[in-house]
């Protein structure tokens, strides 16, 4: 049954069968009709909009040919994947996306069979997918692997280690490079200049005679198909040089927003009989939607705005983001000391370090997305003389932690971390929430680790990172903006492993760590109000902690509670072990430690995030009077 030609075709695909039902020449409508309603719905809700702007035809022509979600299609990051989320049963949430309790801004596997794998790091696909078809050929069953992964994602070395390893996979494999030559910022390095060379001197029209005389080299069934049909002899050529050594097909450069071009090749690459088949596609971030395409950084990642206009909607800003100080204040420093250098892996916005490159362009690095790289790359400069900055969030150093600990903490190099997005970041969600640094850095004998409490902290800490020679030192701050305390004109070199009292108090002690001090103090308020004089510590370093104050607190209160925006195993755990070495609980102190919860959070406002693990003020005042009403054998008297 044809659709009525008066309802839009997007209403008539709920999933990706419903799609397939479509004849060919009905698939432009429907990818103009997807691409309206992407931008009509993160017009709404905010979140990564350049990218899936340019997979929209990509996305129709995959499901179109292959059979999902039995092959098993997965998006690296999963940030483009918006239009595969309308088009896979979930239009009717899409405007919930990011939201608390709406759909993830990522691929999810809870969410949705056609989400075979959960993405949000980058270059994880080719990995995911290999697992997927070589699983498939050990149980007998159909079904191929297909990773759709970034020119940023594929500057990254675990794309290389899948592809090293894809042999066995045979054709149950593809892989789909989509070449819009941006990352977040532009991309950087040898492979970006390479796949440039590759789509300038193989342009889309000029394929014909190239195909036609490579095609011999395809595979038997891609070899007749590419007799038989014009399409794809205009759709692709042989010859990328550093896949087919790696054992790839390599096909294209093809037009990714042709679905001319698209169907054709990629039913003929689901047809071949052999190995693994790269297809490289390129196309545009931030396609079909003017403000994007004008912006220079693609509409990457946005907040509402006005689907007119393009105009985003901002909150005014009272004080200044936490990446903004920490990148200008290492530019500051380094004006006078030539040795400080920046590291980033692919955020050059995200962490500042755009601020110090404008300052400093050869000393400042962007790596591409290879945070591996950048730490042992730290290390290699420090190790040298050199003073540097490895800025990278949170959720991404958890990929370099071997780096970490052997190239950094072993040989105990003063690299400098320079830690962003420390805490939960909202919107985001569980994949990007930096809950687990304090507890991976401070347990690594040589790290020092601390943590900022506002913007003036983040200033003293840089700079007492940058004064720091005899080892690594580490320092977090979180997403947003500061808390509008003046900048320091001069900065602090802190003494390592010393807090400091911000308010005095005799009952109850606060021991905060970064910047639930600004929670801390609310509940010191709410404290007092109730007759609880409250002392509330700013510790500044999770390691070394500062024993003596720490010390002086527990044998002069009732009880103390420990704060921080991290997982179990950070500050509160070295606080027990140390008042255990001492045997400081041994008079029947009360220590509570707040810290974030055993599970992964899923996104939402932070505020709201925080007060689900129980981190804002009124969970803390609940704490101290719960432990106040905690009996000698632990048990819990009645309120008064
Ligand atoms: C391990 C890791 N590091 C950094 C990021 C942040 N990040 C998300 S998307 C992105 C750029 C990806 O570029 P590309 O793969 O080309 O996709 P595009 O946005 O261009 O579609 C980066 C750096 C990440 N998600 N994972
Ligand atoms: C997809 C991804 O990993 C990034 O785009 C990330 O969402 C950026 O986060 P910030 O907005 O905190 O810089
Ligand atoms: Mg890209």
Known sequence: MSPNPATPLLDTV????????????????????????????????????????????????????????????VWDVGHQAYPHKIITGRRDRIRTLRQGGGLSGFTKRSESEYDPFGTAHSSTSISAALGFAIANKLAGTPGKGIAVIGDGAMSAGMAYEAMNNAEAAGNRLIVILNDNDMSIAPPVGGLSAYLARLVSSR???????????????????????????????????????????????????????????????????????????????????????????????????????????????????????????????LAKLADTDPTICAITAAMPSGTGVDKFAKAHPDRSFDVGIAEQHAVTFAAGLAAQGMRPFCAIYSTFLQRAFDQVVHDVAIQNLPVRFAIDRAGLVGADGATHAGSFDITYLATLPNLVVMAAA???????????AACHDSGPI?????????????????????????????????????????????????????????????????????KPLDTDLIRRLMTTHDVVVTVEEGSIGGLGAHVLTMASDEGLTDAGLKIRTLRLPDVFQDHDSPDKQYDAAGLNAPQIVECVLKALRHNSAGVEEARA
Do not use: W
Request: aromatic share 6%; proline share 6%; net charge negative.
């Open 454 to 464: 506002d913007e003036a902290e983040l200033v003293h800490m840089t700079y007492t």
């Open 14 to 73: 709920d999933t990706p069968h419903d799609l397939r039902k479509l004849a060919p020449a009905q698939l432009r409508q429907l990818a103009d009709e997807l691409r309206a309603e992407m931008i009509a719905a993160v017009g709404q809700t905010g979140g990564h909009l350049g990218s899936g702007l340019g997979v929209v035809e990509l996305t129709v022509a995959l499901h179109y040919v292959f059979n999902t979600p039995d092959d098993r299609l």
């Open 474 to 542: 580490a320092f977090r701050y979180p997403r947003g903006n500061g808390v509008g305390v003046p900048l320091p004109e001069v900065p602090q070199q802190l003494e390592i492993g010393k807090g400091r009292i911000v308010r005095e108090g005799t009952k109850v002690a606060l021991l905060s760590l970064g910047t639930r001090l600004a929670e801390a103090l609310k509940a010191a308020d709410a404290l007092e109000a109730k007759g609880l004089s409250t002392t509330v510590a700013d510790l500044r370093f999770a």
């Open 203 to 329: 342009p889309f029209l000029e394929l014909r005679e190239l195909a036609r005389r490579l095609s011999r080299k395809l595979p038997e069934p891609l070899h007749r198909a590419a007799k038989k049909t014009d399409e794809f002899a205009r759709g692709m050529a042989m010859g990328g040089t550093l896949f087919e050594e790696l054992g790839f097909y390599y096909v294209g450069p093809i037009d990714g927003h042709n679905l001319d071009q698209l169907i054709p090749v990629l039913e003929n690459v689901r047809d071949a009989a052999e190995g693994p088949c790269l297809i490289h596609v390129v196309t545009q971030k931030g396609k079909g939607y003017v403000p994007a395409e004008q912006a220079a950084d693609k509409y990457h990642g946005v907040q509402k705005f006005d689907v007119v206009t393009g105009q985003q909607v901002k909150a005014a800003a009272t004080a200044p983001a936490y990446q903004n100080v920490f990148g200008e204040t």
